[in-house]
T-cell receptor, first 115, second 112 residues
Framework: DTAVSQTPKYLVTQMGNDKSIKCEQN?????MYWYKQDSKKFLKIMFS???????INETVPNRFSPKSPDKAHLNLHINSLELGDSAVYFC??????????????FGSGTQLSVL | SQQGEEDPQALSIQEGENATMNCSYK?????LQWYRQNSGRGLVHLIL?????REKHSGRLRVTLDTSKKSSSLLITASRAADTASYFC????????????FGKGTLLTVNP
């Protein structure tokens, strides 16, 4: 069973469209994340949620709206897509151990191409 | 902002050789982690070393941590072609235990 699964794996769309990426984890973890990896492989955190509560919003444009219906799911909706949004988006989860989160488990990524 | 910076950016070696990658970080940490990313895949956690540990082993991996120098190294011994991947160090930054920040990574190529 896949621990962290995200769909779709590939997303090709036109500028100005709205799209969503879904993520689910079956690990029972408390914390979930969205990361963006650019063409130079630089990985930047976008959001982190703990038990459905937004903890980190890393100055992401408000065109990006995460939604966590329960602690096993964290979806990412993107409005009015722009060329610069093209990247690989990774969902991840971790277990909160006391005050500290431990290692992250990553999904396989969604490659978003905005034309 | 980045917490970790890996060095070198790229490393090419022959199968059987050892590969050493270094990471420097800026702020105090609870733990430092190393991840591997194969081409076109998600990141996979390799090893975590806590701030009160100096060295840790896992199979062919050896990680060291020097908190006085704010640096860590990852050694892969007896490398294999399958070790070809990007390697990232990561740590929680800015006093937040919810923001794991990654370095730029080292691209390791192991030639058969």
């Amino acid at each position: 069973d896949t621990a962290v699964s995200q769909t779709p794996k590939y997303l090709v769309t036109q500028m100005g469209n709205d799209k969503s990426i879904k993520c689910e984890q079956n690990l029972g973890h408390d914390t979930m994340y969205w990361y963006k990896q650019d063409s130079k492989k630089f990985l930047k955190i976008m959001f982190s949620y703990n038990n459905k509560e937004l903890i980190i919003n890393e100055t992401v444009p408000n065109r990006f709206s995460p939604k966590s219906p329960d602690k096993a799911h964290l979806n990412l909706h993107i409005n009015s897509l722009e060329l610069g949004d093209s990247a690989v988006y990774f969902c991840a989860s971790s277990l909160l151990s006391g005050p500290t989160n431990e290692k992250l488990f990553f999904g396989s990524g969604t490659q978003l191409s905005v034309l | 902002s980045q917490q970790g910076e890996e060095d070198p950016q790229a490393l090419s070696i022959q199968e059987g050789e050892n590969a050493t990658m270094n990471c420097s970080y800026k702020t105090s940490i609870n733990n430092l982690q190393w991840y591997r990313q194969n081409s076109g895949r998600g990141l996979v956690h390799l090893i975590l070393i806590r701030s009160n540990e100096r060295e840790k082993h896992s199979g062919r991996l050896r990680v060291t941590l020097d908190t006085s120098k704010k640096s860590s190294s990852l050694l892969i011994t007896a490398s294999r072609a399958a070790d070809t991947a990007s390697y990232f160090c990561a740590s929680y930054s800015g006093g937040s235990n919810y923001k794991l920040t990654f370095g730029k990574g080292t691209l390791l190529t192991v030639n058969p």
